[in-house]
């Protein structure tokens, strides 16, 4: 058998170092700098899936449609989510990758298809947003909510003008 000592070569730049390690399929093995890289992608990818791309602070946590300030959390994967900053949905009436929960440690969790332990979860502003339109395809609550969203942008805008 060969020595398992030896250095290995990273797959992706041509690294030979201690750091090279066996990361698996579909990776190989790969140096700790590639791998870093390849977490960062599959982070950006995730939050792309799941609309996670708020401005992170100090920016305030403001739509950038809408204007409005909303919940800003973290995600486990470094990015951010706007939620909507009012009471937690049932969360058998929300859809699939549409739920949200706030962990112990305060960052917002997607729960996919999965339910929350205490059943309730938050939703994307986005879905419920006043700029977009209104959501007639999701659960009556979403139109429900939307419709409050469009009052209170329009008071603050006649507020303000």
């Given at each position: 058998?060969?020595?398992?000592?030896?250095?290995?070569?990273?797959?992706?730049?041509?690294?030979?170092?201690?750091?090279?390690?066996?990361?698996?399929?579909p990776?190989?093995?790969?140096?700790?700098?590639?791998?870093?890289?390849?977490?960062?992608?599959?982070?950006?990818?995730?939050?792309?899936?799941?609309?996670?791309?708020?401005?992170?602070?100090?920016?305030?946590?403001?739509?950038?449609?809408?204007?409005?300030?909303?919940?800003?959390?973290e995600?486990?994967?470094?990015?951010?989510?706007?939620?909507?900053?009012?009471?937690?949905?049932?969360?058998?009436?929300?859809?699939?990758?549409?739920?949200?929960?706030?962990g112990?440690d305060?960052?917002?969790?997607?729960?996919?298809?999965?339910?929350?332990?205490?059943?309730?979860?938050?939703?994307?502003?986005?879905?419920?947003?006043?700029?977009?339109?209104?959501?007639?395809?999701?659960?009556?609550?979403?139109?429900?909510?939307?419709?409050?969203?469009?009052?209170?942008?329009?008071?603050?805008?006649?507020?303000?003008?």
């Open positions: 058998m060969g020595d398992t000592n030896q250095p290995r070569a990273c797959s992706t730049c041509p690294a030979i170092c201690g750091s090279v390690v066996d990361r698996g399929e990776f190989g093995p790969l140096c700790d700098h590639c791998w870093a890289d390849v977490q960062a992608l599959e982070d950006h990818r995730q939050a792309l899936t799941e609309g996670a791309d708020a401005p992170a602070p100090p920016a305030p946590p403001l739509c950038r449609d809408c204007g409005t300030e909303q919940d800003r959390f995600t486990g994967y470094g990015h951010w989510v706007l939620l909507e900053p009012r009471t937690p949905l049932p969360a058998h009436i929300v859809p699939d990758g549409q739920r949200w929960a706030i112990s305060g960052c917002a969790v997607n729960w996919g298809d999965g339910f929350p332990s205490d059943h309730t979860c938050r939703i994307r502003h986005e879905l419920v947003c006043p700029v977009r339109q209104r959501p007639d395809t999701l659960p009556p609550v979403f139109g429900i909510i939307w419709d409050e969203n469009r009052r209170q942008c329009e008071t603050s805008m006649s507020d303000t003008g």
